[in-house]
């Protein structure tokens, strides 16, 4: 019995070398070496006409700003948001202004508006507004700044100075910011 199972085992080995010698194939192998990988950009570049000085206010008025333009250096397509940022220990106007943002072209001509109706002040300083989507590498964004003062503001404001930082906010296109401007 022994012999058989032996024998057995035997003819197994050679059989399976058998088929292992029939079923040969040709190969080559090719490593390409130093492949990169890199991750595209969503910045800002230059901003000119800023910081915005708007002066001689009173109750009643209507004011605004000279152009202000955004570069946006990004290599990705981006989307352009802005927000406002209370500057401490100054006068704080946000109860009595209100606000409206024009889009311009590179000639300064009207495009669109940002806010087409007048807007609280109030609104920019706890959440972000759109202002310009699909921006390409080195688009100019171009904008005019209104502002109302409110019949109702206090005499007590008279003379005083109101500070804010307007936050610009760069995002890849399609994407939604976190957070709040006065959070950073």
Same mark, same amino acid.
Do not use: C
């Given at each position: 019995?022994?012999?058989?199972? +032996? ?18 194939? &040709? ?9 990169? &990988?890199?991750?595209? /950009?969503? /910045?800002?570049? *230059?901003?000119? $006409? ?11 008025? *209507? ?7 955004? $570069? ?6 981006? %989307? +352009?948001?802005?927000?406002?940022? *209370?500057? !401490?220990?100054?006068?704080? &106007?946000?109860?009595?202004?209100? &606000? ?6 590179? $000639? ?7 806010? !087409? ?8 300083? #706890?959440?972000? #507004? ?20 409110? /019949?109702?503001?206090?005499?007590? +404001? ?18 939604? !910011?976190?957070? %709040?401007?006065?959070?950073?």
């Amino acid at each position: 019995m022994k012999r058989i199972a +032996l024998s057995l085992m035997t003819i197994a080995v050679v059989a399976t070398m058998a088929a292992s010698a029939t079923n040969a194939y &040709f190969s080559d192998t090719k490593i390409v070496a130093n492949n990169t &990988f890199s991750t595209g /950009t969503v /910045t800002l570049g *230059e901003v000119y $006409n800023m910081p915005i000085n708007i002066s001689g206010l009173y109750p009643g008025a *209507e004011k605004s700003s000279d152009l202000v333009a955004v $570069n946006y250096t990004g290599s990705l397509k981006g %989307d +352009l948001y802005f927000g406002f940022k *209370e500057v !401490p220990g100054h006068a704080n &106007f946000t109860n009595y202004i209100k &606000f409206q943002v024009e889009v311009l072209d590179s $000639n300064g001509n009207h495009v669109d508006w940002v806010y !087409p109706t007048w807007q609280e002040a109030l609104y920019p300083y #706890t959440d972000w #507004t759109k202002a310009a989507s699909g921006l390409n590498q080195n688009d100019w964004a171009r904008y005019k700044v209104y502002v109302q003062m409110g /019949t109702d503001t206090p005499n007590s +404001l008279q003379g005083k100075t109101a500070y804010a930082d307007i936050v610009f906010y760069a995002i890849q296109e399609g994407a939604t !910011p976190t957070g %709040d401007p006065s959070s950073l």
